[in-house]
């Protein structure tokens, strides 16, 4: 079964950076569109950014020019560069398919914090 294990969030000032992670055991990374996604309180969970299997990628509006996704499919992990956080980019991150019907079992996310 395939398992998603998010990490790199924390408190961070307007303006900071972070760089989350996203292991991807249980299966080859390199066949997968994947995305990055967040959860506000309140809010539904929206993609902010994906990657395709040739490293093409698109962006959520808000974040253009700020995040940044990559991967690395020998170490079966997707990461997002943030740059310049806002406190409207405060919310819980996951990682997962995107485009798919059937995505994978979801991981515990990462937290990311934007106050001063």
């Known amino acids: 079964q395939v398992q998603l294990v998010e990490s790199g969030g924390h408190l961070v000032q307007p303006g900071g950076s972070l760089t989350l992670s996203c292991e991807v055991s249980?299966?080859?990374?390199?066949?997968?569109?994947v995305a990055w996604f967040r959860q506000a309180p309140g809010n539904q969970r929206e993609w902010v950014a994906i990657?395709?299997?040739?490293?093409?990628?698109y962006y959520e509006d808000s974040v253009k020019g700020r995040f940044t996704i990559s991967r690395d499919n020998a170490k079966n992990t997707v990461f997002l560069q943030m740059n310049d956080l806002k406190a409207e980019d405060m919310a819980v991150y996951y990682c997962n398919q995107f485009g798919s019907r059937q995505l994978w079992p979801w991981g515990q996310g990462t937290q990311v914090t934007v106050s001063s």
């Open positions: 249980g299966t080859n990374l390199n066949t997968y569109t």
């Open positions: 990657i395709n299997t040739v490293s093409s990628t």
